[in-house]
């Protein structure tokens, strides 16, 4: 897999499509910090590190409905492998003025647009959620 960071956001995407209440996805250190945006900012209800189906460590996503809607109404993919995408602070677009929010991977972490211009830094877009 080249891309397991559009991996998760598509498992996500895909599982709430269908209802599901939880989707599980295989660990990484990227993955779980763009979680913590995602669960900071309250798109999601929380994860959980479990041991897969073969032993490997996976993560068990807790997906957030309102009146039986998903949360999360669209989730893209900025940043892709074939094209890495960077900003500076001043860069770092409002998703839709203000209401959703791209996760930026930064020199101090990955954190929310908001948290990237408070902190004064920039960094590359990973993805946009509304």
């Known amino acids: 897999m080249n891309d397991p960071i559009g991996d998760m956001l598509t498992r996500i995407r895909n599982s709430q499509m269908r209802g599901k209440s ?6 990484s250190k990227m993955r779980v910090r763009v ?15 479990v041991t897969g189906e073969n032993g490997h460590p996976a993560i068990e ?13 669209e989730m893209k993919r900025v940043s892709k492998p074939g094209r890495r995408v960077y900003m500076g602070v001043k860069d770092i677009p409002q998703i839709r003025q203000g ?5 930026v991977s930064t020199p101090k ?19 946009t959620v509304f």
């Open 22 to 27: 939880t989707v599980l996805t295989p660990a």
């Open 35 to 49: 979680l913590d945006v995602l669960e900071a900012e309250g798109y999601i209800r929380g994860y959980e590190q």
């Open 99 to 103: 209401l959703g929010v791209s996760i």
């Open 61 to 73: 996503i807790s997906l957030k409905y309102f009146e039986g809607t998903p949360v999360i109404r």
């Open 109 to 127: 972490g990955v954190m929310s647009d908001a948290a990237a211009r408070a902190a004064n830094v920039g960094g590359e877009v990973l993805c």
